[in-house]
């Protein structure tokens, strides 16, 4: 199951928390999924385990057109999800670095100095959004 029970609105809204992220700044694909509210009939423990790859989902679902800085969201591990040496990771990386994130030897960015802490409490408060879980 790769496309949430209500995909139109999960995606709208993971494109408007990605939209937040500032420049210099990363979160992670559970981090934004986070974030947004369960549905009703959603079993929680599904929801953890499924909303992450809901999020990858949805910005590989973004709109033509629309200017989604999804090179700001990464994994869980403060690695690119990619597969190392792909087209896709080294222009996400290249694009990360360009805002001046650096990454490790193993490939990971340190996220108690460039991990976003999410948005403000009043965008929250505004889109019906769940205060965002730490990175670690």
Same mark, same amino acid.
């Given at each position: $199951? /790769?496309? *949430?029970?209500? &995909?139109?609105? /999960? /995606?709208a $809204?993971? @494109?408007?928390?990605? +939209?937040?992220?500032?420049a210099?700044?990363?979160?992670?694909?559970? %981090?934004?999924?986070?974030?947004?509210?369960?549905? &009703?009939?959603? #079993?929680?423990?599904q929801?953890? =385990?499924? &909303? *992450?790859?809901?999020?990858?989902?949805? +910005?590989?679902?973004?709109? =033509?057109? !629309?200017?989604?800085? @999804?090179? !700001?969201?990464?994994?869980? =591990?403060?690695?690119?999800?990619?597969?190392?040496?792909?087209? %896709?990771? #080294?222009?996400? =990386?290249?694009?990360? #670095?360009?805002e001046?994130?650096r /990454?490790? %030897?193993?490939?990971?960015?340190?996220?108690?100095?460039?991990? @976003?802490?999410? *948005? *403000? #409490? &009043?965008?929250?408060?505004r889109?019906?959004? +769940?205060a965002?879980?730490?990175?670690k």
């Open positions: $199951m /790769f496309n *949430p029970p209500n &995909a139109k609105f /999960f /995606f $809204m993971v @494109w408007d928390i990605v +939209l937040q992220i500032p210099g700044k990363v979160s992670s694909y559970g %981090q934004i999924a986070s974030m947004i509210p369960p549905d &009703a009939d959603m #079993e929680p423990t929801l953890r =385990r499924l &909303a *992450p790859r809901w999020v990858g989902t949805a +910005l590989r679902k973004t709109p =033509r057109g !629309r200017s989604i800085p @999804w090179h !700001r969201v990464i994994n869980s =591990r403060g690695t690119i999800s990619f597969p190392a040496g792909s087209a %896709q990771a #080294e222009e996400q =990386r290249r694009l990360l #670095e360009l001046g994130i /990454f490790d %030897q193993s490939g990971k960015v340190d996220f108690a100095r460039v991990g @976003w802490r999410g *948005p *403000p #409490e &009043a965008y929250l408060r889109q019906g959004l +769940l965002p879980r730490p990175l």
